[in-house]
């Protein structure tokens, strides 16, 4: 009957963990060590178990169970990772407090290995990463040091991961210097992942210099994360370069390097481009081309085309937006131009929420009910764009669209032909009357001219 027994609930275990059932399947895995039919691996998968489930009373008698020197079941270091990655789950201080005296125990005991020191690494870079960090970066980064100390006096070796980890915690403490003696340091342990690390830390520190010279030690290794690592770094650098020089290197290193550009370069280029030919040129003839387009899809009904305009910014840089916007609308009223009448509705998409309205949709950014007024920034480009034009719109603001309809966007290109027209005028005018004046001027000034030459 007992033997009965432990066989049902290691499968109770072990059906529980295959359901995701966490707290269920910590009760079952306490049970089964009340009666000694636990092994090291249920434990394993218990830790990760209580992580998941926010149980941290369960952790820490987990962990009261196998630290003792005598306990049935010995602790490893398999078993002290899981415990440093379990703590760390709770992203406070608390929680970076118990993960370093597991890593504490575990170097007493030698138990510590690169893969412990490295998640101690994770446990105190996601405690200083994050919206809300529980820890100060610098903070983070000193405690990575102390565990790199403690590795070279024990002579546990350092990975690339260890190093990437350290360079990036040093990097959003800002300590630039501290990161590239890192990565000098790491000599040919350190890989790309490394390297696009401390190209990280170049960007976000505003740093192009040191993330060229990072990325030219990087040379053939280098992959498109790095290339647009180095192209964030110009852009947000304050330092007295060319940028768009740098930026055009870079280009040419990628094609040289046989990558294409994706979205995430084109979008930092044309933060360095900012409202420029060459922003416009890359608009024309790189992959944001394809975010403003005329769909063409058949009526099986009435047996007509039905074509859609809609024009993206979500993922844009603000000018690259006013950009694309200023050219749609040249475009349309370029087609009406030529005789090609509008037949459509402008869809206008943002990709982000703003707080919805009782009467659902608004006109003109107006509405009848509440509505918080929170905008995105492409929001605000596209609704300052089309009130500066004078083109009225709606707003169906909770699934960030905006719409022009076919007969707004009519009156628009109509009007605007009309002002292209009085401008031709004015221009032509003013061409004429120069011409006038400069052939009256000739003719008043040049006899006298010649009088006084005589």
Not at 379 to 386: G, S, V
């Given at each position: 009957m007992q033997v009965a027994r432990r066989i049902g609930l290691k499968a109770a275990f072990y059906r529980l963990a295959k359901q995701r059932d966490h707290k269920a399947a910590c009760s079952v895995l306490l049970q089964a060590y009340d009666i000694g039919m636990a092994d090291k691996h249920m434990i394993s998968i218990g830790i990760s178990f209580s992580a998941r489930a926010q149980q941290r009373d369960v952790i820490d008698r987990l962990w009261r169970i196998v630290s003792p020197v005598n306990a049935k079941i010995q602790l490893n270091e398999h078993m002290c990772s899981a415990f440093i990655n379990a703590y760390g789950c709770f992203v406070d201080h608390?929680?970076?407090?118990?993960?370093?005296?597991?890593?504490?125990?575990a170097k007493k005991r030698s138990l510590a290995n690169t893969s412990v020191f490295n998640a101690f690494f994770q446990v105190c870079a996601k405690a200083a990463e994050g919206s809300k960090p529980t820890l100060e970066p610098a903070t983070a980064a000193s405690l990575i040091d102390d565990a790199l100390l403690?590795?070279?006096?024990?002579?546990?070796?350092?990975?690339?991961?260890s190093t990437a980890i350290a360079i990036r915690v040093h990097g959003r403490a800002g300590q630039l210097a501290r990161a590239q003696q890192l990565l000098d340091e790491a000599g040919d342990a350190a890989d790309t992942v490394a390297f696009n690390a401390l190209l990280g830390a170049a960007a976000r520190c505003g740093d192009a210099m040191l993330a060229l010279n990072t990325l030219r030690h990087l040379g053939s290794r280098a992959d498109l994360i790095s290339f647009n690592t180095v192209i964030q770094a110009i852009a947000r650098s304050e330092q007295q370069i060319d940028r768009v020089?740098?930026?055009q290197e870079v280009r040419a290193l990628i094609c040289q390097a046989g990558l294409a550009e994706d979205q995430v370069t084109q979008t930092s280029l044309l933060a360095i481009y900012g409202d420029s030919p060459i922003a416009e040129e890359l608009l024309e003839t790189g992959e944001c081309s394809s975010r403003s387009l005329w769909d063409s899809t058949s009526d099986q009904t009435n047996e007509t085309q039905v074509r859609r305009l809609q024009t993206d910014l979500r993922r844009l840089t603000r000018p690259s937006a006013a950009i694309m916007l200023r050219r749609q609308l040249e475009l349309v009223v370029d087609q009406a131009e030529r005789g090609e009448a509008c037949q459509t509705d402008w869809v206008i998409v943002t990709g982000s929420r703003v707080g919805?309205?009782?009467g659902g949709c608004t006109l003109n950014g107006e509405d009848g009910g509440s509505v918080?007024?929170?905008l995105s920034p492409m929001?605000?480009?596209?609704?300052?764009?089309?009130s500066a034009n004078g083109i009225a719109?709606?707003?169906?603001?909770w699934r960030g669209r905006l719409r022009v309809s076919h007969g707004e966007m009519h009156r628009v290109a109509t009007q605007e032909i009309s002002t292209r027209c009085t401008r031709?005028?004015?221009?032509?005018?003013?061409g004429w009357l120069a011409t006038v004046c400069s052939i009256i001027t000739a003719a008043v000034v040049t006899p006298r001219v010649i009088a006084l030459a005589k």
């Open positions: 608390d929680g970076v407090c118990s993960a370093r005296c597991v890593l504490d125990f403690a590795m070279a006096v024990e002579g546990v070796p350092c990975d690339a991961y020089a740098r930026a919805r309205s009782d918080r007024n929170v929001q605000e480009i596209a609704h300052a764009f089309l719109y709606r707003s169906s603001g031709r005028v004015v221009f032509g005018t003013l």
